[in-house]
């Protein structure tokens, strides 16, 4: 994970080393995604994907977005858990307990981790080559790192 500056916003890269060129001189993942998620507060996570965000994998592309966001608060695990307790506690079943605590909720890893509010788009050219920019940035450093 790395972040970087692009017009006043500060963007998280969520897997900066797959934006990485391969031996062919092509990008290893073609298409960068915007993942944006908060519940008080929003972060802006790049994620290279090798499809764009309307044909991509959500399910992994998100995982991939929120690994890179350890303890920020985006997890509304503990909310949807109370919800399911309070609607069992007025007497609903447990379909409707579960339906009631899943409104407004998009499960993440089969359901083990919950987020209540986030987007998903593609971007501007323009931020995209700033990200790609700043990944080249990151594997170079790493690479001096490695070669000493």
């Not at 500060?10 to 960068?32: K, Q």
């Not at 997890?75 to 919800?83: F, L, R």
């Not at 309070?86 to 407004?104: C, F, L, M």
Request: proline share 3%; net charge negative.
């Amino acid at each position: 994970m790395s972040s970087f500056e692009f017009e006043g916003q500060t963007y998280i890269v969520a897997n900066p080393y797959d934006s990485d060129n391969d031996m062919g001189g092509r990008p290893r993942y073609l298409h960068a995604v915007l993942i944006t998620v908060g519940i008080y507060a929003w972060d802006n996570i790049i994620v290279f994907t090798e499809q764009s965000c309307d044909m991509c994998d959500l399910d992994s592309t998100l995982e991939t977005a929120l690994d890179a966001l350890p303890d920020k608060g985006w997890d509304c695990s503990d909310q949807v858990n109370e919800a399911y307790e309070e609607a069992i506690a007025e007497g609903k079943t447990q379909e409707e307990a579960w339906n009631a605590s899943q409104e407004d909720v998009t499960p993440i890893n089969g359901g083990s981790h919950y987020i209540a509010e986030w987007g998903c788009g593609g971007i501007s050219k323009e931020l995209e080559a700033a990200a790609r920019k700043h990944c080249k940035e990151v594997v170079d450093d790493m690479c001096d790192l490695l070669n000493g």
